[in-house]
């Protein structure tokens, strides 16, 4: 438990400064790490909470030269818009820092330096891709040939971005350097390897005898599968000029590896943050250290940093590494290649003071033990139907009938008009305290969400049942009703309090706006105060009533959806673009060749049938759709089809169309599409109606 801690140490992964943070991000490791920070500043326990931006490897020289810039000026235009992300959705650092600052690279020069000192290396001689051309060896993404597995000829060394196979150089056909076009030949170079193999005693002992019901199962069976596998010495230099450069005699050209210099950026991120007691934080045994990451880091962060400390000696080991995994978007892999993501710096563009709707998604959808799925369509729910209709609806009545009812001021309690309902809610409120305590302090932060909109639920369901509202409309009872009016607003205005100090690590937008309008200072919201009845004082006057949150439209959400797959369009377009084109007719069958043979079973399920537009009309706020009444002669049918920037709506009415009958329907731009039109598309790229030849019945099969 915390309380055996003098101090908290927190870490969230260094995002790669290559690019905007998205959402699958937040939700992997910044949210959970935020929410818990903030936990343990209301507990008023003494944290720190440490991030920064990681700016070596490859993935920055990639972007730097896609962009055609240095990479200083990639990790300086990320580095500003991720911390600037992060900042408007409220994670709260206390401090973010970057690997290319001065602190990190003596840091990390002189951790590798004892490390090398001690003898703790081994020096290898091995031979590695080397570009003649731009002299210089090649990391794998630096290598590119056509894949083995699907023919792309612009596969990387390490992937095929089309088929999604893991590569190796070796297994590329005809494999290339991406920087010059030349080919490659092998050179010998040296490199220092960690012998990781030395520690699996150690690793055996911490991790798979130590941590079996401490830590996550998804982390635990991981580096349980890692360690029994056996471990293999690990280079930690590579060959480039970009990085903290090795600090040792014959290493000229050489850099820390990336997954050895980065993770010591928590290290001097600590140091910038406190010259003078940062080794408090990370070298005495009374510190809990907590790494908060998303499963990609597991390896990295309880098998090779871990032995890393251990081999320097010295540094306290990581308590908990509580790793989620992945969030997926729309039922389809997160993918910034592809553009299939929701873009932190556009979300709080588009969504302005919204931040906690998203914060209360993510939590709520977590994806702690399994992958999880975002979708706008659970947001839009999330957030009208529980934001909205549950806490925000709650807060709201017990504010408007407070100034209706009790002329703007807290009432009193009555003790001798309780009734066991008010005494139930009572032990709710204070139970509910302690099941948030319980699950925050044991990583579980979708339960212990859970927990504060269920209290919320409850304050509902016993305001709905007393109907103070009710109650005022009997004057020949008014002594009696008033003093169960009191009881009930001044419970339900107790319980807003509490909603306050409960959510403020979820929602802390919300938690300030609460505290603005009980007129109470941020101070309320330290946890000790939780569960107390007696937050506000009796008579004490409330401002008016502010709504939390507001809804969400069907438009918004459809736009949304809309964006990403307009980006997924693009983006084949633009890899057809890249790719050779066919030259000649046998060319072009061959290339319709490579598609996927069906059977006729698989054929026959499609239903084809002839139809007439009878009307046409564009779709509000969306420039390429076209809202169609077809007839198909059994019925009418409203098909929204993509076609508004080849035709005007009056020029196809009466158009005989053939239609995807079968198809399920899909809303778009909030209208349910039933249907889809057949279309070519000539050589200029104008779509042409699949049509009969002649006139024929609506609704005439298509064979």
């Not at 001097?268 to 880091?297: C, M, R």
């Not at 200072?521 to 937050?535: C, I, P, S, Y």
Request: charged share 25%; aromatic share 10%.
């Amino acid at each position: 438990m915390a309380t055996d801690y003098k101090r908290i140490l927190v870490t969230a992964a260094l995002p790669y400064a290559n690019g905007p943070v998205h959402i699958g991000h937040l939700a992997g490791c910044y949210l959970p790490s935020d929410i818990y920070v903030r936990y343990q500043r209301a507990q008023k326990r003494d944290v720190k909470f440490i991030c920064g931006s990681d700016e070596h490897g490859v993935p920055i020289t990639i972007r730097a030269m896609k962009e055609g810039i240095t990479p200083q000026d990639v990790v300086d235009k990320y580095h500003a818009l991720i911390k600037d992300s992060f900042a408007q959705m409220g994670i709260s650092f206390d401090i973010y820092s970057r690997t290319s600052s001065a602190t990190h690279r003596q840091t990390s020069q002189a951790f590798f330096k004892k490390m090398y000192d001690d003898g703790l290396f081994e020096e290898r001689e091995s031979e590695q891709y080397f570009d003649s051309e731009k002299n210089m060896f090649l990391a794998d993404r630096y290598i590119v040939g056509t894949c083995p597995n699907c023919g792309n000829e612009n596969a990387y060394g390490d992937q095929c971005e089309r088929c999604g196979t893991s590569l190796s150089p070796e297994e590329l056909i005809n494999p290339r350097s991406a920087l010059s076009n030349a080919p490659l030949v092998k050179k010998a170079t040296k490199h220092w390897y960690f012998p990781l193999n030395d520690y699996e005693g150690f690793l055996k002992e911490w991790i798979v005898d130590g941590k079996k019901d401490e830590w996550k199962p998804n982390v635990y069976g991981q580096c349980k599968s890692w360690i029994d596998s056996g471990l293999h010495p690990r280079a930690m230099t590579r060959d480039s000029d970009w990085g903290v450069p090795v600090p040792i005699e014959g290493a000229d050209g050489k850099v820390l590896y990336v997954w050895f210099d980065a993770p010591i950026g928590y290290i001097s991120a600590t140091k910038e943050l406190l010259p003078q007691s940062w080794d408090e934080y990370w070298k005495k045994e009374d510190t809990k250290l907590v790494h908060f990451i998303g499963k990609d880091n597991i390896v990295f962060h309880c098998i090779i940093f871990p032995a890393m400390l251990k081999a320097h000696g010295g540094f306290v080991l990581p308590e908990n590494v509580p790793a989620n995994e992945f969030l997926n978007i729309e039922g389809e892999k997160v993918s910034t290649s592809r553009n299939w993501a929701v873009w932190v710096n556009e979300y709080v563009q588009e969504f302005p003071d919204m931040q906690d709707a998203l914060r209360y998604t993510l939590c709520a959808n977590a994806p702690e033990t399994k992958d999880n799925d975002f979708t706008w369509k659970e947001f839009q729910d999330r957030n009208n139907s529980e934001l909205v209709a549950i806490f925000g609806n709650f807060i709201n009545r017990g504010m408007v009938l407070m100034h209706k009812l009790c002329g703007g001021k807290v009432p009193a309690f009555h003790d001798d008009a309780k009734e066991e309902r008010d005494i139930e809610l009572i032990k709710e409120i204070m139970a509910s305290k302690a099941a948030i305590e319980k699950n925050i302090e044991q990583y579980r932060f979708r339960d212990a969400l859970y927990e504060v909109i269920d209290i919320a639920r409850k304050g509902n369901k016993y305001l709905q049942e007393v109907a103070p509202w009710s109650l005022a409309k009997t004057p020949e009872l008014q002594v009696e009703n008033q003093k169960k009016i009191d009881n009930c607003l001044h419970i339900c205005l107790q319980l807003t309090a509490n909603l306050a100090i409960y959510s403020n690590p979820f929602l802390p937008f919300t938690a300030k706006k609460i505290c603005h309008m009980l007129k109470v200072v941020d101070k309320m919201l330290d946890w000790e105060n939780g569960g107390r009845m007696d937050l506000l004082k009796t008579g004490y006057p409330l401002r008016a009533p502010e709504l939390l949150f507001r809804k969400i439209e069907d438009t918004e959400v459809e736009q949304q959806r809309q964006k990403l797959e307009e980006r997924a369009i693009a983006f084949k377009a633009q890899q057809m673009a890249n790719e050779p084109k066919p030259q000649t007719v046998v060319e072009e069958a061959k290339a319709h060749e490579l598609k996927s043979i069906i059977e006729f079973d698989d054929f026959a399920k499609i239903e084809l049938r002839a139809g007439t537009i009878l009307s046409a009309e564009k779709v509000q706020k969306a420039d390429k759709l076209l809202k169609l009444e077809v007839d198909l002669g059994f019925e009418k049918r409203t098909i929204v089809s993509g076609i508004a920037l080849h035709y005007q709506p009056e020029d196809i009415v009466g158009k005989q169309v053939t239609v995807v009958v079968n198809l399920a329907p899909r809303k778009m731009r909030g209208i349910e599409s039933a249907g889809m039109i057949l279309m070519a598309e000539d050589a200029n790229g104008k779509l042409i109606f699949v049509s009969p030849e002649t006139t024929v019945g609506a609704g005439s099969e298509v064979k």
